[in-house]
């Protein structure tokens, strides 16, 4: 199994504090184990994804990617109006609350030493996922929830009512289009399910 470098002390105690958050999520995913908060349970998938994708990742970018969706619970898809500018607004509100929130957190007494103001900000805004298209953390942060969206939550996604498969296509389509070369190849060594293969190739034009 991939594993990331050790956090040093406090960076660890910084992502004790981030999971304990995730723990409030009042939404739960059943594993073998039992009920999982849901937040809890796509934080720990972001890392394990990180882990295959980006071993070396930097401290700043596994606190980055555990902190991905941070309380997102708080602001429900419904208190936007459904339509695409609705959408939009959504992710960008999600997008800067999170950032807020995470840069608080981080911020805490709690954690000795403390964080930098400067690796606080650079968490931050890759949680924003400020420039996409320069940042290298930023566009692996950005790889590693397409990867973990693929992996865990595109069979469930695929069977909502009103995803039919043009659209289902469509979102395939783009969520490829945010990925790396690297992040295709462990893409496709996924065990998918056939229906998901064909929905892929298909996105792809193959």
Known sequence: MDELNPLPANYHQALKLIDEAHAQDPRTVERKSGPVPFELD???????????????????????????????????????????????????????????????????????????????????????????????????????????????QFEDFEKRPDIDEEKMVGILRKTWGKMSPSGHALALQMHLSERAKILIEKALGV
């Open 42 to 152: 796509y934080a720990q998938h972001m890392t394990r994804w990180l882990a295959v994708r980006e071993p070396g990742a930097s401290p700043v970018l596994q606190l980055a990617c555990r902190a991905q969706h941070f309380r997102r619970w708080e602001i429900p898809r419904s208190s936007y109006p459904m339509t695409r500018p609705g959408y939009l607004t959504w992710r960008a509100k999600l997008k800067s609350q999170a950032a807020k929130q995470v840069a608080e957190l981080l911020a805490d007494a709690s954690i000795q030493p403390p964080l930098s103001q400067e690796e606080i900000d650079r968490v931050a805004a890759l949680v924003r996922k400020e420039d996409l298209k320069t940042d290298s953390d930023t566009q692996v942060l950005e790889g590693v929830a397409c990867l973990v969206f693929l992996d865990e």
